[in-house]
């Protein structure tokens, strides 16, 4: 299993390289990729070759099978069914950005447990109730959840979501999960972003 | 000034750091926060270093005096006064996220152009009209905004507000911005969250 740095960069080299291609180029070399991310060509190189591919000296890479390899190592040549749990305004504003679908992300199932929200669509799919959360998921055959519920309420849905058979979670609330072996947890805090904006000024003002 | 990648990883170091000094820890090592992170203790001692600070053989980094540097650098000894831009769903959930305030990012100015929200309050916050957002920014000399804004509307507002002042941007609108030399744009995109899991789970599905 490549580490969590190598695939989180490969993931923005993706993005980098389906933006050069559709602006009609054919090769990519270390250079063009490193230069777009500040980042030094031959960590790009490092990260690539982990892919197997290796580029033509002076040509560089081809566009397209570096593409192949990317999507085919992330899991990208697959649509990904998602759970959305707790459809307050984090959730609906994930739910409506076309980021997600775009990358084949498709939200099947929406989950919330204010009686005013159960019954209502948000983007065409009907929120349910959180009551049998975990029958939910397993007959979705969802793998995919993210967590927009309130602290307090977090532990306890994502315990019905694995239960259901959710491997991979997307946590936004600020709190710790427990999950069992074989299931993977990952945290956003939108906090960490700010702190860089924080350290830009920062640095600004004291030069 | 530190790359970016330096910035991002002292960032999260930090975190780490501040919990294990919540714990009652007076020293931590290289290879404490390593092992937390998923990262090398070399690593980790290298962006230390660009601090200035050096650990003591055998027993780490002082607590307390790296948690003062990190934040000094990191420019968190202050508090931030930040801008919302677009208090749909995605900026009304960003702005009651307690992650902000405790990071010391505090909303100082809500602006919404849609005259069903304009003059109604969000955590104690009134919504105020894109008409005049460039004084709006001066006034209250903000230097940080945060543009939750459709697509189509994220260049205008980011305009008004860098002509007002604002100096560090954090972008969620899916669209490239245009920014002037010395002004700083950080974007956004959950999606990239969620391939992290498509990876995961693909890894898995093939392992
Ligand atoms: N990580 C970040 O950067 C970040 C940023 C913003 C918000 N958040 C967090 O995301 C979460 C959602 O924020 P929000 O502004 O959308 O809050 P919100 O109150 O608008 O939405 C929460 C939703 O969860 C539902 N809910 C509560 N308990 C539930 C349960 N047991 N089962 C199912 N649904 C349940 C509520 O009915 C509501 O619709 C919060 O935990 C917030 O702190 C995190
Ligand atoms: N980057 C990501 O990962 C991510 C995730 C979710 C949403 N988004 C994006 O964030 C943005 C907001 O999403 P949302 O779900 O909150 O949408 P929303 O429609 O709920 O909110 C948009 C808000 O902006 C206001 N607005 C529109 N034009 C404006 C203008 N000219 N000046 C001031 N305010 C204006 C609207 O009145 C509304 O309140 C969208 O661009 C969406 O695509 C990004």
Redesign the interface.
């Known amino acids: 299993?490549?580490?969590?740095?190598t695939?989180?960069r490969l993931?923005?080299y993706n993005?980098v390289i389906k933006e050069l291609k559709a602006q009609g180029e054919k090769w990519v070399t270390s250079t063009d990729i490193a230069r777009a991310l500040?980042?030094t060509p031959s960590q790009v190189r490092r990260d690539i070759s982990s892919l197997g591919r290796k580029g033509k000296r002076g040509v560089g890479y081809n566009i397209k099978k570096l593409i192949n390899d990317l999507d085919s190592?992330?899991?990208?040549n697959?649509e990904?069914c998602?759970a959305l749990i707790g459809a307050?305004?984090?959730g609906?504003?994930?739910i409506?950005?076309?980021?997600?679908k775009?990358?084949?992300?498709i939200c099947r199932l929406i989950i919330d447990n204010d009686p005013e929200k159960i019954g209502s669509k948000i983007s065409g799919i009907k929120v349910e109730s959180s009551e049998g959360l975990a029958k939910k998921v397993a007959r979705k055959k969802i793998?995919?959840a993210?967590i927009t519920v309130p602290a307090e309420a977090a532990q306890k849905v994502v315990d019905s979501a694995v239960a259901g058979g959710i491997?991979?979670?997307?946590n936004f609330a600020?709190v710790k999960i427990y999950v069992p072996e074989g299931v993977?947890i990952?945290y956003?805090?939108?906090?960490?972003?700010?702190?860089?904006?924080?350290?830009?000024?920062?640095?600004?003002?004291k030069?």
Chains 1, 2 share one sequence.
């Not at 409506?96 to 997600?100: A, I, K, L, R, T």
């Open positions: 299993m490549l580490n969590k740095a695939v989180e993931i923005i993005r500040s980042k190592v992330l899991g990208l697959d990904h998602v307050g305004n984090l609906r504003a994930l409506g950005y076309p980021g997600f775009r990358e084949g992300f793998a995919i993210v491997k991979e979670l997307l600020p993977n990952r956003v805090d939108l906090a960490l972003e700010m702190e860089n904006l924080a350290y830009s000024l920062n640095y600004r003002k030069n």
